[in-house]
């Protein structure tokens, strides 16, 4: 089974930056994609940012030249560099991990940006 733990959300103000890091842990497929999604009040949640074991990634329109995904195989561990934060960033974030079998889900963290 595998388990993904978020962390780095917080409050900040519009135009401040923020740090999301996610940590994998169990028995991880080599070959994979990971990502983060959110979700804001009454919203389905949606792609912010993905990126596969080999390094490719790609954002959601709306995020894209504020945002950066990075990843550490060695390590199992994501991180969401947030920057240029603005109101509509607001919402849960969520990690998530895919293979070929399986997708898994973290239990979330709130990013809250004031205007």
């Known amino acids: 089974q595998v388990q993904l733990v978020e962390s780095g959300g917080g409050l900040v103000q519009a135009g401040g930056s923020l740090r999301l890091s996610c940590a994998a842990s169990g028995i991880i497929f080599a070959i994979n994609t990971m990502g983060w999604y959110r979700q804001a009040p009454g919203q389905q949640r949606e792609l912010v940012a993905a990126?596969?074991?080999?390094?490719?990634?790609n954002y959601a329109d709306s995020v894209k030249g504020r945002f950066t995904i990075s990843r550490d195989n060695a390590k199992n561990t994501l991180s969401l560099q947030m920057s240029s934060l603005k109101p509509e960033d607001t919402g849960v974030y969520y990690c998530?991990?895919?293979?070929?079998?399986?997708?898994?889900w973290g239990q979330g963290t709130q990013v809250t940006v004031s205007s």
């Open positions: 990126i596969t074991s080999g390094g490719t990634s």
């Open positions: 998530n991990l895919v293979t070929l079998w399986n997708k898994y």
